[in-house]
């Protein structure tokens, strides 16, 4: 297991414990973070828009260009820090992960 550490559209912390293998947007959709994930993870609708510690995000695997474009279109879009959820897959080398959900668009 992997914790994950987040702050949801309230401003409220949780720490989530995720399943290494798992993508990160199904553990914030199960646990209630506010993640509509409409799509279902298939990179299309960008519902499960987080934000990355600026400490972690060079530690995920970067943006496929159809993530990045997405990215590139929303309101709340902050390079450096802005990633879908459902494009995360959890492992041993995330733990600790420290994310903020964004803003619904």
Do not use: K
Request: charged share 25%; with cysteine.
């Amino acid at each position: 297991m992997t914790t994950i550490r987040v702050t949801d559209r309230d401003g409220q912390q949780h720490t989530l414990e995720a399943s290494n293998g798992s993508i990160l947007m199904e553990t914030l959709r199960d646990e209630g973070m506010g993640v509509a994930a409409i799509c279902g993870g298939q990179c299309a609708c960008a519902t499960c828009h987080c934000f990355i510690d600026p400490a972690w995000y060079d530690q995920l695997e970067s943006a496929a260009a159809e993530e990045a474009e997405l990215l590139e279109f929303l309101d709340f879009h902050e390079p450096g820090r802005s990633r879908l959820a459902c494009q995360v897959i959890i492992t041993d080398q995330l733990d600790g992960l420290l994310l903020t959900v964004s803003p619904e668009e």
